[in-house]
Structure formats: C-alpha cells, structure tokens
T-cell receptor, first 109, second 114 residues
Framework: GQNIDQPTEMTATEGAIVQINCTYQ??????LFWYQQHAGEAPTFLSY??LDGLEEKGRFSSFLSRSKGYSYLLLKELQMKDSASYLC??????????WGAGTKLIIKP | IAGITQAPTSQILAAGRRMTLRCTQD?????MYWYRQDLGLGLRLIHY???????GKGEVPDGYSVSRANTDDFPLTLASAVPSQTSVYFC?????????????FGEGSRLTVL
C-alpha cells in the first residue's frame, strides 16, 4: 500500500534549526513535495524533490533519498511565523499525491 | 488576481440536505481536484478531473459527485449530506495531470453537517 509517515508534532525555539522527517512508500515515484499550512488556511507550496540530494531555498531546505524512501525539511533561523503544519506528499506513478497527516510545528520564544 | 475561488467559505447543513461546493479557477489549468481534510488525517482525494469533460474517483468518493463542464469550474455535490461529511474541503488545480509542478489550492470550504 501507499503510505506517508511524519511526526505529529514538534516544538522548537525561535532562532533555532528544526528538521522534519518524512518516510514514504508509493506505487512508483514521481517526486516528493512539502507544503506549509497555517491554521485555518490553505496549504502553500514549499519544495519539490525528485532527485537525491539537498535543495536549498532561503531559510528552507529539503532533502531526498530515494533509496531510503526518506525526505526531510530543514528550517533555519526559525521565526514565530513558521508556526504551522508541514505536509509531506509523495507523487505516485499516476501523478497522484499521497499525503501525510502533517507535522504541527510549535515555535516558542 | 489569478487563482482558485471556493464558495461557500463555511456552511452548516442539516443531514439529508443536498449541497454543492463551488470551485472556479482562472489559470486555465487542465487538472482539478477535490480533497477533504480531517484532523489527524492527511488530505484525502475525493474526485479529480484531468481535463474538461472527464472525471475520476479518488480515495473517498462515496456520497460525493462532481462534474467538469468546462475548464474553469469543478463543483462538488453532496446528494444527501451525513454527519461524517463534516470536514474542510479544498479544491486544487495544476496545469496538467502528468505535470510534477506545484498544486494550487483554494481557501477551503468548512462544512458542518448536523
């Protein structure tokens, strides 16, 4: 079956670094997405990885290991506005997205 | 402003009533999707449409129907609402089914069935 696993909740301190892990199992693989979702709002796109390695975009970076079925999202210099849920989604061979339940990130001052 | 518009934003509905959630996009995207989001669960695909005139069933289609008469509109209908359909519904789109690009979301419709 298809499955995406990520931690339910994480807590970090303002100014610090946090890594949110995601493991995936999909029927075929066409890439791994990360979305950010603030409470009561729609998800917004953060990153897409299809090749192994690290993609950096400002304070956010995303890593993929296809052989391990593993990805992580790295957030640096955390700000209070980064408090949100982070959704991991794998794209299967039919180009459908399989979503994890999301990781709620709580930032403390 | 280009994007996806959903209506209504929020609705309380009596069980057994019929309800249509509207979704319109002005990006000329071919592929459109309806998801529901429930606490503790990932986004679950209800129905999708790869292009105007075609629709398909997702993971949780029972109790829902869709139509795609044109490129812009993709309404979701609950023929006879039940309390288990209480959820937040998101419409989404991307340029084409086989594209690995960004999926754009509407602001969501919060539906409560009593």
């Amino acid at each position: 079956g298809q499955n995406i696993d990520q931690p339910t909740e994480m807590t970090a301190t303002e100014g610090a670094i946090v890594q949110i892990n995601c493991t995936y199992q999909t029927s075929g693989f066409n890439g791994l997405f990360w979305y950010q979702q603030h409470a009561g709002e729609a998800p917004t796109f953060l990153s897409y990885n299809v090749l192994d390695g690290l993609e950096e975009k400002g304070r956010f970076s995303s890593f993929l290991s296809r052989s391990k079925g593993y990805s992580y999202l790295l957030l640096k210099e955390l700000q209070m506005k980064d408090s949100a849920s982070y959704l991991c989604a794998g794209m299967d061979s039919n180009y459908q997205l399989i979503w994890g339940a999301g990781t709620k990130l709580i930032i403390k001052p | 402003i280009a994007g996806i518009t959903q209506a209504p934003t929020s609705q309380i509905l009596a069980a057994g009533r019929r309800m249509t959630l509207r979704c319109t996009q002005d990006m000329r995207h071919n592929a459109m999707y309806w998801y529901r989001q429930d606490l503790g669960l990932g986004l679950r695909l209800i129905h999708y449409s790869n292009t105007a005139g075609t629709t398909g069933k997702g993971e949780v289609p029972d109790g829902y129907s869709v139509s795609r008469a044109n490129t812009d509109d993709f309404p979701l209908t609950l023929a006879s609402a039940v309390p288990s359909q209480t959820s937040v519904y998101f419409c989404a789109s991307r340029r084409d089914r086989g594209e690995t690009g960004e999926l754009f979301f509407g602001e969501g419709s919060r539906l409560t069935v009593l």
